[in-house]
């Protein structure tokens, strides 16, 4: 006997429900996997360079490396606003924007530039070519490295404990505690896109 059409279409929509579900979770599995997957390290100098041509603060002096259409790097920059709300005089930061060498006028003024200029004791700085941002060894957008008055490197890492996420992480209670105490923790993970793509063309980002 034949099967009924009403049993084919219940089977049919059965095993498309199961597809359906299985895709949501595989999306949902490659979020997770992607947001916590740290970028490529920076291996910043451990001492200031000086060839670089940025100027050193007279305190400890922050630098970090951002891509100016990084989603992630939004998430970055506030946990920078909260490390600079501590840090009181003791800290000034450079944030280095990246720029492709095709570039046009402006192109780096999206809304993280003006997020980092909004930071007190904050100076967002244009590098073109990401030639300021191989001096300090950066190779991911949000990657920080930290300085003390006499040039030595303190810090080397991230400040967000995953892509795109706010709040407490290894890299922030890091910078605090150097505030405080004059210790941290060395190196942290970085999340965040890569910095430099090679042109201005078709620059997607995720």
Known sequence: ??????????AIATILCVVWVSAIAAGMAWMVRFESSPGEPAHAPASWPAQAGVARGGGYTLVMAAHPRCPCTRASLDELAVVMAASGNKMTARVLFFVPE?????WEKTDLWQK?????????????GGTLQRAFGAETSGSV?????VGRLQFNG???????QRGENPGRLSLISLIETGEAARMTPVFGCPLRTPTARNVRLE
């Open 1 to 10: 006997m034949a099967e009924p059409a009403s049993s084919r279409w219940r």
């Open 145 to 149: 490295a930290v300085y003390d008055a």
């Open 158 to 164: 991230g400040l967000t404990a995953a892509r795109g």
């Open 102 to 106: 095709d570039a046009p006028a402006e």
């Open 116 to 128: 980092a200029a909004a930071i007190p004791a904050v100076t967002p700085v244009l590098d073109r």
